[in-house]
């Protein structure tokens, strides 16, 4: 499939990764806005550019609760005949040039020190050591590193030995590669913005980070797709699934089955209002989160009519509506809206 669009989008984070790191960025929208496409799109572009070699990890579907489970997210071991020494080995690795990194995903480390990182008691502080030097040698031999962390709300409830948060850390490693260091640069992409403000408190983010919103397409922008995959009737798949790529894959997929452009789109809307269903029988139930239905169920009704200030759902509502991703939370304007606007049917169609 073809990458479309997004010039503006590209536009902007490559001016972003082309200058000194001085920010971390926190690239966030909703669901399926294309965040994590839009950002493999950069890296490709700029490791063909030469000299900038990224380090793209995906929490996403990895189930990291522990750090042993972060850690072997985080690095790809490389086992054989590789140096022990950490400098030397990471120049071994460089030989190989940007392209071999990329397609090795995860942050190159040999095997013993690997293994020596599940038996140390502060792996914490020996994981951030490591990427430091790791990133220090990658520069020393003439690349900018950049460093991209995708769903990293994922990791949020990993803690460290004396019980403290890992993503903290994790932030404040990030605020010394830019702000202190400008050594590499460091990227977060979410759809769950919440976490993003209780940890910037927390790790005193103000003033250090820099938020690039990632959103489902304007209307024109979206027809334009609309055109290249095919739709007929526009105005009506706009008005099932409006700016959403993601959705837009999935009516193209449909239509590629058999289904017509309307079937397509029912059977898109259908999907979810079951799953919506299933999520508040679930509540419930008490099957899912400690949170009164009733007060679920009135803050959709709010989000039914458009987007509003977060402050006007409870806390705790809020938090779970956003981490169970049925809401997107905005940070910067501070309003939260449902994740698609086949949510907005789906409540629509479910608490009339
Ligand atoms: N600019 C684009 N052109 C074509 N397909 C895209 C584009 N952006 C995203 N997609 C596709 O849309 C779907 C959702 O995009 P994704 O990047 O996973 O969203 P997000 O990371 O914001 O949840 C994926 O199947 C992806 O391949
Ligand atoms: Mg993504």
Redesign the pocket.
């Known amino acids: 499939?073809?990458?479309?669009?997004?010039e503006e989008d590209i536009r902007r984070l490559k001016a972003v990764l082309s200058g000194e790191p001085n920010l971390v960025y926190f690239v966030y929208?909703?669901?399926?806005?294309?965040?994590?496409?839009?950002l493999m799109?950069v890296a490709e572009d700029l490791e063909e550019s030469g000299n900038v070699i990224v380090f793209y990890i995906n929490f996403r579907g990895r189930n990291v609760e522990t750090i042993d489970d972060l850690i072997r997210v985080l690095f790809r071991v490389k086992r054989g005949k590789v140096s022990e020494d950490t400098k030397e080995f990471i120049r071994e690795v460089l030989k190989g040039g940007a392209k071999i990194l990329h397609k090795l995903k995860g942050i190159p480390i040999p095997e013993n020190m690997f293994d020596l990182l599940f038996r140390r008691a502060d792996k914490v502080e020996d994981i951030f050591a490591y990427l430091e030097e790791y990133f220090e040698e990658v520069r020393e031999e003439g690349y900018q590193p950049v460093f991209i962390l995708?769903e990293m709300q994922t990791i949020k409830g990993v803690i460290n030995a004396t019980g403290r948060m890992v993503i903290e850390r994790l932030f404040n490693f990030m605020i010394r590669l830019t702000k202190e260091k400008h050594l590499c640069h460091s990227l977060c992409?979410t759809?769950d913005c919440l976490f993003i403000e209780d940890v910037y408190s927390n790790a005193r983010l103000e003033g250090r980070a820099e938020y690039i919103l990632?959103d489902d397409l304007e209307k024109n922008k979206a027809f334009e797709?609309y055109e290249a995959f095919g739709f007929e009737d526009k105005l009506l798949v706009w008005d099932y699934i409006g700016g959403k790529?993601?959705d837009?894959?999935r009516l193209f997929e449909k239509k590629k089955q058999g289904y017509n452009e309307r079937e397509a789109l029912e059977g898109l809307l259908e999907d979810t209002i079951n799953k919506l269903r299933d999520f508040l029988e679930a509540i419930e139930e008490g099957e899912k989160g400690k949170v009164d239905i009733k007060e679920v169920k009135e803050a959709l009704v709010q989000v039914s009519h458009g987007e509003i200030f977060s402050g006007k759902i409870r806390r705790k509502v809020r938090h779970f509506l956003v981490e169970e991703n049925i809401l997107f939370y905005n940070p910067v304007r501070g309003i939260v809206r449902p994740q698609s606007k086949l949510l907005y049917k789906a409540i629509v169609e479910l608490l009339k």
């Not at 499939?1 to 997004?6: A, E, I, S, T």
């Not at 929208?29 to 839009?38: C, D, E, H, M, R």
């Open positions: 499939m073809p990458f479309f669009n997004r929208g909703p669901i399926n806005s294309g965040k994590t496409a839009l799109k995708d992409a759809s990632i797709i790529i993601g837009m894959v």
